[in-house]
């Protein structure tokens, strides 16, 4: 499994862009994705992750409402539409799934659940 994001870049605050994640050997629809970040000096955390069971979306409390995470079956491809980008966005952005037995759904977006990583996209929001 080899995952590839791309999509990061310098942004202005208030700016939007969106982060994408595909490669081989791994199927969007049968699998939890997830999207994390780690901002400079502290840890990784999920920003949002979907369940392979119902869909259901988690989005944690400082993306909520502004982000999208979504998927493309045709494409296989994986995206994460972040708007209204602020300062403390700035950070690398990792996709990533999970291969083990699916998490329930509601369960969260924990980087310890998830086995395979994208190299990671940085995005720097900044005027």
């Known amino acids: 499994v080899q995952l590839q994001a791309s999509g990061g870049g310098l942004v202005q605050p208030g700016g939007s862009l969106t982060l994408s994640c595909a490669g081989p050997g791994f199927t969007v629809d049968a699998a939890n994705i997830g999207w994390f970040r780690q901002a400079p000096g502290k840890g990784r955390v999920g920003i949002s992750c979907?369940?392979?069971?119902?869909?259901?979306?988690y989005y944690e409390d400082s993306v909520k409402g502004r982000s999208t995470n979504s998927v493309d079956s045709v494409k296989n491809t994986m995206y994460l539409q972040m708007n209204n980008l602020k300062p403390e966005d700035t950070a690398i952005y990792y996709c990533?799934?999970?291969?083990?037995?699916?998490?329930?759904?509601?369960?969260?977006?924990?980087?310890?659940?998830?086995?395979?990583w994208g190299q990671g996209t940085l995005v720097t929001v900044s005027s």
């Open positions: 990533a799934i999970r291969f083990r037995s699916p998490l329930p759904s509601g369960f969260g977006c924990f980087p310890g659940e998830y086995d395979y």
């Open positions: 979907i369940s392979p069971s119902d869909r259901s979306t």
